[in-house]
């Protein structure tokens, strides 16, 4: 009895400790330049509305990083994305064009992008919009200089992911290991262009598939016929 008190005790102790609030942990950071964004992001975890995208991410993403460039013009980036999953390596590169403190994309999905707060000195917390067909859907990440973020760093995360209405976020697991950062590997897929090729008959079937939890049912069913290029 007194160890059940003892815990409640604690419990409630914990529960009043000084969380930041929703109204700190939204708020928006000012970007001082490009030059803030460039060099290599550890993608720690993620969270969208797409229906199914957790359990998407978890069952298919095996880890993420990202080499950022500056790109010709002085006001915007390049980003190549390194995604592990299902054993091999692909690839995205776009780039990314700022102004009104804000990130924006046209190529090879149409996004934008915004800086949150965070407490944590070598992170990076991105609130995205992106469009797929013609819907629109919010996502959060929490990218890192280092391989990993720490249990309070996450926790934080967490609790921004919440503050901003979007579901528990799926985090990715250093443990799963990287992709090689040799540029010229043979063995990462570019997947560029296939996702900007993608006509929009396709573009409006993945569109109807991952707005309802049927769809990404069949999403899942086709996921797991697909073989990765040998
Ligand atoms: C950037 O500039 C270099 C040198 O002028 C040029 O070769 C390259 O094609 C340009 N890249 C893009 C993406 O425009
Ligand atoms: C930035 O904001 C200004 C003023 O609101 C607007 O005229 C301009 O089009 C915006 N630029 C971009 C790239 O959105
Ligand atoms: C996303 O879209 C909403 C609704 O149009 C807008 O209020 C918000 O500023 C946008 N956020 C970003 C990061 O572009």
């Known amino acids: 009895m ?36 460039l060099g290599r992001w550890t993608y720690a975890a993620e969270s969208t509305n797409i229906p199914g995208s957790k359990m998407l991410t978890k069952m298919f993403v095996e880890n993420v990083w990202g080499e950022v460039s500056p790109a010709n013009e002085s006001d915007s980036i390049s980003v190549r994305q390194l995604q592990k999953m299902f054993g091999s390596c692909y690839s995205v590169t776009s780039k990314m064009t700022l102004a009104n403190n804000t990130l924006t994309m046209a190529y090879p999905l149409v996004a934008s992008e915004v800086l949150l707060t965070t407490s944590c000195s070598d992170c990076m917390v991105l609130l995205s919009n992106y469009t797929i067909g013609e819907s629109t859907f919010s996502g959060v990440q929490l990218m890192t200089r280092r391989p990993k973020v720490l249990a309070a760093e996450m926790d934080e995360f967490k609790r921004q992911v919440d503050c901003l209405n979007l579901p528990p976020p799926a985090i990715l697991d250093s443990e799963k290991g990287f992709c090689p950062d040799d540029s010229k590997d043979t063995e990462t897929t570019d997947l ?8 929009s008959e396709y573009m409006k079937l993945f569109e109807k598939l991952v707005s309802s939890e049927a769809g990404i049912k069949t999403l899942l069913g086709l996921i797991s016929h697909f073989e990765p290029p040998a």
Do not use: E, K, N
């Open 192 to 199: 560029t262009s296939m996702i900007a090729h993608s006509d």
């Open 2 to 37: 007194f160890l059940l008190i003892l815990a409640a005790v604690l419990l409630a102790a914990g529960q009043s400790a000084p969380l930041a609030d929703c109204g700190t942990l939204t708020q928006q950071l000012q970007i001082q330049g490009r030059d803030q964004f």
